[in-house]
């Protein structure tokens, strides 16, 4: 399989940090951004996903970096009486490219089944949002049974959609749930064989085309150049945190283009 042109790198800072330690966190990203070969030369599509309140803002900081910004979550509903939600086309009016759904947290803590997911994944595509997806086993199993449990996720999240018609590109987040907030990320040998076969289903379907698989779960600098071309990018949260993470994590994008950074990888 050839190297895809570009990587997506993706961070979600869930509810980690305060509402002036992210901006402070997206202006030194913004910095980095707008200086980064992998950003400016396009070989790194990086997004960011901050809480809801400093969205706005947030958009506002990395306007002009090439760095979009997406919510953590959106309402399966577009408007009325919901109070406490967000919509997808709120998120669409206030600059957001992208809308996080199904993530583990979100399906363990706040119970978010699989009709919800579909729910969720069709209001972001519907509202011109690239979903970003998050799909993953719950235990440590070998990777035939972990691709198998994700295809069928990423097919129920997408079945409304269908339905509609509104089928289109998104990011899938492969995250083993046991994987996440854990001290290292999953192998590269396991994480290469889900992808690919998340990949390889996304691949013969035609309104999905250009959508990407990315990994999350303690992903972190060193571990994307140890993947292969089934994986499109990341999906960062704790080991985004420190800047110079991200943007060693930047350095490896170049690298697996064959193009080291001065000084970097
Ligand atoms: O949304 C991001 C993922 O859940 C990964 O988080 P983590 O890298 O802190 O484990």
Sequence with gaps: MPRPASVTIGVSLKMYFGHHETLNWCRRIADIADRHPAVTGGLAEVFVLP????????????????????????CAHDA???TGEVSGAQLKEIGCGYAEVGH?????LFH????????????????GLTPVLCVGEPERTDAAQAAARCVAE????????ERAGTLGPLVVAYEPQWAIGAPEPASPEHIRAVCAALAAWLAGRGPLAGSRVVYGGSAGPGL??????????????????????????????????????????
């Design 224 to 265: 994307l150049t140890r993947l292969g071309p089934e994986v499109g990018g990341l999906f960062l949260g704790r080991f985004a945190h420190d800047p110079a993470a991200f943007e060693q994590i930047l350095d490896e994008a170049m690298a697996l283009h064959g193009t080291p950074v001065a000084g970097g990888v």
């Design 154 to 161: 990423v097919e129920s999240a997408l079945a409304d959609a």
């Design 80 to 82: 009325g009486a919901y």
């Design 112 to 127: 978010e089944d699989e009709a919800v997911v579909a729910a969720k994944t069709a209001a972001a595509l519907r509202n």
């Design 51 to 74: 809480s809801f309140p400093t969205l706005v803002p947030a958009a506002g900081l990395l306007a002009g970096t090439g760095v979009r910004v997406g919510a953590q979550d959106l």
């Design 104 to 108: 583990a947290e979100r399906r363990r």
